[in-house]
């Protein structure tokens, strides 16, 4: 089968640091990507992690366990504009998305 | 960069109609797919397509149908439009060929709201 799971909504303060976790199960595995969504606009690729480890990319981070089905996005020094919902997606030659998390970034 | 195009932003249907929606990619990509969005629920596929003329069921196919005459354009059809299928639908991109050739890029989505 295949799941994806996340949390639904997460908090956080401007300029500081947040992780978005994600845990997943796909009968086929091809790499995680992460999508940032803002309200009522399309989703848009932010990273896709294919080995395990970090990927950084300027302020965000991704991060991969494939032996743990586990990974992370890392937000840091949040603005305002990283307010949105963020997507974990995987699978093999097609993508299953998670339900995404809602992050709100308050001054 | 990749350019996905939906034909409408926002569309009005009522219950019964048959509803188009286009599709279109610039980027000579092998693999197009429609999701639908509703809240609490995330993005759901519909149907994919990995070639011309090919088609594949996703999770909730039922209540529609695609079309793929050409490689660049991949159309959902609602043959009777429902209520249940107000929703967002987002059509997306890949290069195809495993690997990072799965990112798909999305359009920016048509609003359908069934009356």
């Known amino acids: 089968g295949q799941n994806i799971d996340q949390p639904t909504e997460m908090t956080a303060t401007e300029g500081a640091i947040v992780q978005i976790n994600c845990t997943y199960q796909t009968s086929g595995f091809n790499g995680l990507f992460w999508y940032q969504q803002h309200a009522g606009e399309a989703p848009t690729f932010l990273s896709y992690n294919v080995l395990d480890g970090l990927e950084e990319k300027g302020r965000f981070s991704s991060f991969l366990s494939r032996s743990k089905g586990y990974s992370y996005l890392l937000l840091k020094e949040l603005q305002m504009k990283d307010s949105a919902s963020y997507l974990c997606?995987?699978?093999?030659?097609?993508?299953?998305f998670g339900a995404g998390t809602r992050l709100a970034v308050h001054p | 960069d990749v350019k996905v195009t939906q034909s409408s932003r926002y569309l009005v249907k009522r219950t019964g109609e048959k509803v188009f929606l286009e599709c279109v990619q610039d980027?000579?990509?092998?693999?197009m797919f429609w999701y639908r969005q509703d809240p609490g629920l995330g993005l759901r596929l519909i149907y994919f397509?990995?070639?011309?003329?090919?088609?594949e069921k996703g999770d909730i196919p039922e209540g529609y149908s695609v079309s793929r005459e050409k490689k660049e354009r991949f159309s959902l059809i609602l043959e009777s439009a429902s209520t249940n299928q107000t929703s967002m639908y987002l059509c997306a991109s890949s290069l195809g060929g495993g690997r990072s050739g799965n990112t798909i890029y999305f359009g920016e989505g048509s609003w359908l709201t069934v009356v």
């Open positions: 397509s990995y070639d011309v003329k090919m088609k």
């Open positions: 997606a995987g699978g093999y030659n097609k993508l299953i």
């Open positions: 980027m000579d990509h092998e693999n």
